[in-house]
């Protein structure tokens, strides 16, 4: 198992910037990629940036890309993610979720994650 837990989740300006930290605990050492996951409550958890733990892929969904960094130090067992240029519709809870699978690639199907932490709560203001 392993634990996450998220934090840097707030109320943040439109135009503004955020960033949110996931610090890992447990079976790090079996990690194969970390993501984060968004949902705004009643719809569907979706995938925003993942990053493979031992290796170098990335993933950025589209809506975000240009606009956001996931990044990670592995001596502190955190991922990171930076958004700047932030919407309205960024507004959501922000989930952190490590696959323990090791596979070829990092996978975006939000039902192959099996470990999450609880969430941060960000709300973009207009």
């Known amino acids: 198992q392993v634990q996450l837990v998220e934090s840097g989740g707030g109320l943040v300006q439109a135009g503004g910037s955020l960033r949110l930290s996931c610090v890992a605990s447990?079976?790090?050492?079996?990690?194969?990629?970390m993501g984060w996951f968004r949902q705004i409550p009643g719809k569907q958890r979706n995938i925003v940036a993942a990053?493979?733990?031992?290796?170098?892929?990335?993933f950025i969904e589209d809506s975000v890309r240009g606009r956001t960094r996931i990044s990670k130090d592995n001596a502190k067992n955190t991922i990171y993610l930076e958004m700047t240029s932030v919407k309205p519709s960024d507004t959501a809870d922000y989930y952190c979720?490590?696959?323990?699978?090791?596979?070829?690639?990092?996978?975006?199907?939000?039902?192959?994650?099996?470990?999450w932490g609880r969430g941060t709560r960000v709300t973009v203001s207009s």
């Open positions: 447990g079976r790090t050492d079996s990690t194969f990629a």
């Open positions: 979720a490590a696959d323990l699978k090791q596979r070829d690639t990092v996978v975006i199907v939000t039902g192959l994650w099996e470990h």
């Open positions: 990053i493979m733990w031992n290796g170098d892929e990335i």
